[in-house]
């Protein structure tokens, strides 16, 4: 079996002191997918055949407007038409050996590595991001395909064998336990059919290459739906199938539908020949989808992740520069448009004024504009919507708390939706802290007890990811038994709540941020796509 690595692309060239190369590299890639990605027709692709449609959709870079290509506006007849190939295909897929499916899958993550700055030069200009956290995002999609098919190895493709022993005695009838002859038992983990895998648009590479790889590796075959609506990301979507196609993943396995979710997500969770979804989005749709489907009576497998509204605490024990520096990373990177970032802060009074002041000192440096440029920290908002949220937010604020920093819109003379970070102080039983915004927006109260902070932490339908900063290892300690998230972080400067590691942290939701209590990068997560049999033979 192969030993896991992870990628760690931009940490190995600044760790060998080749910063520019990297930078070099990363622009170089921009000039490149410029001319030979943007601004084409790209087709849907169904059972490896590409098709093109009367219906079309532009997708534009958030950045400035510009096009990035036209892609297919698929309906329920595309839908039904590539799950039946899906279906078609799952028969003669499943029964390819455990072997076979990992050896493909390693060369996916071998092209995708060898096209790592194209890739994540096209991420940034599709959901703007800066060239940091794209190419980061495209280590973790190689990532998670080098780990499953590490686990699915490392398991033998979950099968495990036993014997029952035989016995001479005899009796007329069977009953549990009664002696009999020797029996063979198998336990083998089958791939369910057909899985419907909806991509969102903030890690349209890495979690669309994780819930992918999850379900196709175990032997399933997908419909493949990339985010074509308001937020389009349906270039990485494309790309990230022609490595898996070019890897020899063979036609109908993996099938590319672009559409809008209320004709093709509808049908994929509703259709009867899907037998599972993985999901990652808003727990609105999510609980939508799970809703519907079981209505009909479908028993259908959902593995999911729905968002959250993600807390930090600080205590008055702790080094206040390291909260500072995790705070603002996990609130503001890639604009808070991520499901585990920071977005409420609960700080012990006597040590308030003083974080928010350092907040401030160090929010007031973090540079807005063009992604691409490599000074830039944050970047636009995806769409004109997340404008109106971020409106309607600072209006909330204006009429209720105290907005510490930011609030306005910018007009950078590019286009795109750009905007200042906010820091607002609110009551603890504002809406602010408890809906999920997906903006870089961070609102902060005080506390003066550890169990009443926790209490307010947990307070909220979502369990996704948290953080604590605190030196003193009894309130450690207190922490890490009491908080109900899936993901927690302690004193961690880089990140107070962002930045889950394949191989190292598990991401998983608990409450309404999840459904299986099973993340991903872990041993669990490749179990969520099979079911198992019990297999006993007496020869």
């Given at each position: 079996?192969?030993?896991?690595?992870?990628?760690?692309?931009?940490?190995?060239?600044?760790?060998?002191?080749?910063?520019?190369?990297?930078?070099?590299?990363f622009d170089n890639a921009?000039?490149?997918?410029?001319?030979?990605?943007?601004?084409?027709?790209?087709?849907?692709?169904?059972?490896?055949?590409?098709?093109?449609?009367?219906?079309?959709?532009?997708?534009?870079?958030?950045?400035?407007?510009?096009?990035?290509?036209?892609?297919?506006?698929?309906?329920?007849?595309?839908?039904?038409?590539?799950?039946?190939?899906?279906?078609?295909?799952?028969?003669?897929?499943?029964?390819?050996?455990?072997?076979?499916?990992?050896?493909?899958?390693?060369?996916?993550?071998?092209?995708?590595?060898?096209?790592?700055?194209?890739?994540?030069?096209?991420?940034?200009?599709?959901?703007?991001?800066?060239?940091?956290?794209?190419?980061?995002?495209?280590?973790?999609?190689?990532?998670?395909?080098?780990?499953?098919?590490?686990?699915?190895?490392?398991?033998?493709?979950?099968?495990?064998?036993?014997?029952?022993?035989?016995?001479?005695?005899?009796?007329?009838?069977?009953?549990?336990?009664?002696?009999?002859?020797?029996?063979?038992?198998?336990?083998?983990?089958?791939?369910?059919?057909?899985?419907?895998?909806?991509?969102?648009?903030?890690?349209?590479?890495?979690?669309?290459?994780?819930?992918?790889?999850?379900?196709?590796?175990?032997?399933?075959?997908?419909?493949?739906?990339?985010?074509?609506?308001?937020?389009?990301?349906?270039?990485?979507?494309?790309?990230?199938?022609?490595?898996?196609?070019?890897?020899?993943?063979?036609?109908?396995?993996?099938?590319?539908?672009?559409?809008?979710?209320?004709?093709?997500?509808?049908?994929?969770?509703?259709?009867?020949?899907?037998?599972?979804?993985?999901?990652?989005?808003?727990?609105?749709?999510?609980?939508?989808?799970?809703?519907?489907?079981?209505?009909?009576?479908?028993?259908?497998?959902?593995?999911?992740?729905?968002?959250?509204?993600?807390?930090?605490?600080?205590?008055?024990?702790?080094?206040?520069?390291?909260?500072?520096?995790?705070?603002?990373?996990?609130?503001?990177?890639?604009?808070?448009?991520?499901?585990?970032?920071?977005?409420?802060?609960?700080?012990?009074?006597?040590?308030?004024?003083?974080?928010?002041?350092?907040?401030?000192?160090?929010?007031?440096?973090?540079?807005?504009?063009?992604?691409?440029?490599?000074?830039?920290?944050?970047?636009?908002?995806?769409?004109?919507?997340?404008?109106?949220?971020?409106?309607?937010?600072?209006?909330?604020?204006?009429?209720?708390?105290?907005?510490?920093?930011?609030?306005?819109?910018?007009?950078?003379?590019?286009?795109?939706?750009?905007?200042?970070?906010?820091?607002?102080?609110?009551?603890?039983?504002?809406?602010?802290?408890?809906?999920?915004?997906?903006?870089?927006?961070?609102?902060?109260?005080s506390y003066s007890e550890?169990?009443?902070?926790?209490?307010?932490?947990?307070?909220?339908?979502?369990?996704?990811?948290?953080?604590?900063?605190?030196?003193?290892?009894?309130?450690?300690?207190?922490?890490?038994?009491?908080?109900?998230?899936?993901?927690?972080?302690?004193?961690?400067?880089?990140?107070?709540?962002?930045?889950?590691?394949?191989g190292f942290h598990t991401?998983?939701?608990?409450?309404?941020?999840?459904?299986?209590?099973?993340?991903?990068?872990?041993?669990?997560?490749?179990?969520?796509?099979?079911?198992?049999?019990?297999?006993?033979?007496?020869?």
């Amino acid at each position: 079996m192969q030993s896991f690595k992870n990628e760690f692309t931009y940490r190995s060239f600044l760790d060998s002191g080749k910063e520019e190369e990297f930078d070099s590299l990363f622009d170089n890639a921009v000039e490149k997918v410029k001319t030979e990605y943007f601004g084409k027709k790209y087709p849907i692709i169904i059972n490896g055949e590409e098709i093109y449609l009367e219906s079309e959709l532009i997708e534009k870079s958030p950045i400035n407007g510009l096009t990035l290509g036209i892609f297919q506006k698929g309906s329920k007849s595309e839908a039904v038409a590539a799950i039946e190939s899906a279906n078609n295909t799952f028969d003669e897929w499943s029964q390819v050996d455990y072997k076979k499916r990992v050896s493909i899958f390693r060369k996916a993550a071998k092209n995708i590595s060898e096209k790592k700055f194209e890739f994540a030069a096209v991420l940034s200009f599709e959901n703007g991001k800066s060239r940091y956290e794209s190419m980061g995002e495209v280590d973790e999609a190689i990532d998670f395909i080098n780990y499953y098919s590490n686990e699915l190895e490392r398991n033998k493709g979950f099968i495990r064998k036993n014997i029952i022993s035989g016995t001479q005695s005899k009796v007329e009838s069977g009953f549990q336990g009664a002696p009999g002859k020797e029996e063979k038992i198998k336990i083998v983990m089958k791939p369910y059919g057909v899985f419907g895998i909806i991509a969102p648009f903030n890690f349209p590479v890495s979690i669309s290459a994780g819930m992918s790889t999850g379900a196709m590796i175990t032997g399933n075959t997908i419909v493949f739906k990339p985010s074509s609506t308001d937020n389009m990301t349906m270039l990485t979507g494309y790309l990230l199938y022609k490595a898996f196609s070019n890897a020899g993943l063979p036609p109908g396995v993996f099938n590319y539908l672009t559409g809008p979710g209320s004709e093709v997500g509808s049908e994929l969770s509703t259709n009867k020949l899907v037998r599972g979804i993985a999901f990652t989005g808003s727990r609105t749709v999510g609980m939508s989808m799970i809703t519907q489907s079981y209505s009909l009576g479908n028993q259908m497998v959902f593995v999911v992740e729905m968002g959250g509204k993600n807390p930090v605490i600080v205590s008055k024990y702790a080094n206040i520069d390291s909260a500072v520096s995790g705070i603002s990373s996990a609130a503001f990177g890639y604009s808070g448009q991520k499901c585990s970032a920071a977005s409420r802060v609960y700080v012990h009074n006597e040590i308030k004024d003083e974080f928010i002041k350092k907040l401030l000192e160090k929010v007031s440096l973090l540079k807005i504009g063009d992604p691409i440029k490599k000074e830039n920290f944050i970047g636009p908002l995806i769409s004109g919507s997340s404008l109106i949220r971020y409106k309607e937010s600072v209006d909330e604020v204006k009429k209720s708390g105290k907005l510490h920093f930011g609030g306005n819109i910018l007009d950078l003379g590019m286009g795109g939706n750009y905007v200042e970070p906010v820091v607002a102080e609110v009551s603890k039983d504002n809406i602010l802290f408890k809906n999920e915004l997906f903006l870089p927006f961070l609102v902060i109260t005080s506390y003066s007890e550890l169990e009443d902070a926790l209490k307010e932490a947990n307070n909220t339908p979502y369990g996704l990811t948290a953080g604590f900063y605190s030196e003193r290892r009894a309130e450690i300690k207190y922490f890490l038994k009491n908080i109900k998230a899936g993901v927690v972080y302690v004193n961690r400067e880089i990140s107070a709540t962002t930045g889950a590691i394949v191989g190292f942290h598990t991401f998983v939701g608990w409450k309404g941020s999840g459904f299986t209590g099973k993340g991903t990068g872990s041993k669990f997560y490749l179990e969520q796509f099979m079911r198992e049999q019990s297999q006993a033979v007496v020869e």
